[in-house]
């Protein structure tokens, strides 16, 4: 069965860089089948995609936060990864690794990891 | 993109059977049937519940069904019980960016 884990800081100062990685169990990120990506939540709010990535390195990014953010993996490690710098309180959100998949694909998001807060805060 | 429109709540007693709206554009929506739904308890992350309109993926309740008609698609829940107690959000394919688009979320409670 596919799991997700989101690590990283829980806290961010304001304008610096938030990171979190995405531990992936039960299956290959190299898949060729899926993409894989994050999506946030902010408190009390909806869903926003951030982006996705494929295990060939493509990524596609939500353009209201394209100049900010990178997505990353390492294969090694079934492992991927989001750096969103200069980050302001408007960041401070719920935030999602998942599996989906590119076009009609990214409908569906399954399965998702448990979430992890961040807070940006000085 | 602009999110798809959901009802901020919905309600229903134990039993009754109760219906959420998603609406969109023909360029989501209404002119492809990817059309996703999401069921997210408190503190949980969002768990999908039906796929491609009205597919179920497997382990989720035949209580939970889809459709759609036009630019709005529905998730149906019959038989309501306690534990359908939650947000819904609907997620559609969308022709104008490589991302899906998500609903704004609704709030079902079981009263």
């Known amino acids: 069965q596919l799991q997700l884990q989101e690590s990283g800081p829980g806290l961010v100062k304001p304008s610096e860089t938030l990171s979190l990685t995405c531990t992936v169990s039960g299956g290959s990120i190299s898949s060729r089948t899926y993409y894989w990506g994050w999506v946030r939540q902010p408190p009390g709010k909806g869903l926003e995609w951030i982006g996705i990535?494929?295990?060939?390195?493509?990524?596609y990014y939500n353009p209201s936060l394209k100049s900010r953010v990178t997505l990353s993996l390492d294969t090694s490690k079934n492992q991927f990864s989001l750096r969103l710098k200069s980050v302001t309180g408007a960041d401070t959100a719920v935030y999602y690794c998942?599996?989906?998949?590119?076009?009609?694909?990214?409908?569906?998001?399954?399965?998702w990891g448990q979430g992890t807060l961040v807070t940006v805060s000085s | 993109q602009s999110a798809l429109t959901q009802p901020a709540s919905v309600s229903g007693s134990p039993g009754q059977s109760i219906t959420i709206s998603c609406t969109g554009t023909?360029?989501?929506?209404?002119?492809?049937?990817?059309v996703s739904w999401y069921q997210q308890h408190p503190g949980k992350a969002p768990k999908l519940m039906i796929y491609d309109v009205s597919n179920r993926p497997s382990g989720v309740s035949n209580r939970f069904s889809g459709s759609k008609s036009g630019n709005t698609a529905s998730l149906t829940i019959s038989g309501l019980q306690a534990e359908d107690e939650a947000d819904y959000y609907c997620s559609s394919y969308t022709s104008i960016s490589t991302l899906g688009v998500f609903g704004g979320g609704t709030k079902l409670t079981v009263l």
């Open positions: 023909s360029s989501d929506v209404g002119g492809y049937n990817y």
């Open positions: 990535m494929y295990y060939s390195g493509s990524t």
């Open positions: 998942a599996r989906t998949g590119l076009g009609v694909g990214t409908a569906v998001v399954d399965p």
